[in-house]
């Protein structure tokens, strides 16, 4: 046996141990990633061709709250570092760590939501609708959906966290939450874009 088998057989030996997918499995993933950063791309772009366009309505620079959105930010900032920890801990066989941090992750992924149902009802009192104008249109439609992939990554969470209350941790669960990790983390990602783009920049722009 020459030494490139040896190296991997501990390597998948190595995956196997602590849960991480199979290769496939990642690559159908990041497929899925690759097609949803076109489509936020293209909400993105669609939103800076028409953030001017109010209509003598709200604009972005009088209706923007950048002390909450920052606080928002930081809540789904800091779930990032807590969905790790529970990886962390699952790669560990910390059953009852990984089951924390997992409840923690949503919690946190909550208490963006409820931030962000905060600010549609503020702006929506101010004047600022879905109808109101074509930059109406197109925060809510982007940040809405962002709003709907933080949900379902929230609801993918507690599932996977029933799930090992209910029947402990396997290979195949831990492998369900290293995914819906990876899953998180571009959700995350794809905020902090939107905040630097439409919210810093919509408020100095």
Not at 97 to 110: R, Y
Request: glycine share 10%; hydrophobic share 50%; aromatic share 16%.
């Amino acid at each position: 046996m020459s030494t490139t088998d040896v190296v991997a057989q501990q390597a998948h030996a190595t995956q196997a141990e602590i849960g991480l997918p199979k290769d496939n499995r990642i690559l159908g993933l990041w497929i899925f990633l690759a097609g949803e950063c076109a489509f936020f791309a293209s909400l993105i772009g669609t939103y800076l061709g028409l953030h001017g366009s109010t209509l003598h309505g709200p604009t972005s620079q009088s209706i923007f709250d950048l002390p909450l959105t920052t606080v928002a930010t930081l809540i789904l900032l800091t779930s990032s570092l807590t969905v790790v920890l529970g990886v962390q801990a699952m790669q560990r066989r910390d059953v009852r760590g990984m089951q924390i941090w997992l409840w923690v992750t949503a919690l946190l992924g909550l208490f963006f939501l409820e931030f962000q149902g905060y600010e549609f009802f503020t702006f929506y009192n101010k004047g600022l609708t879905l109808h109101s104008s074509a930059f109406g249109s197109a925060f809510f439609t982007l940040t809405g959906f962002h709003g709907l992939h933080v949900l379902f990554g929230v609801f993918w969470i507690l599932l996977l966290l029933f799930q090992s209350l209910k029947h402990g941790i396997n290979e195949e669960r831990t492998s369900k939450v290293f995914i819906a990790s990876l899953y998180w983390h571009f959700v995350d990602v794809v905020w902090v874009v939107i905040f630097t783009l439409v919210y810093l920049g919509g408020k100095v722009g």
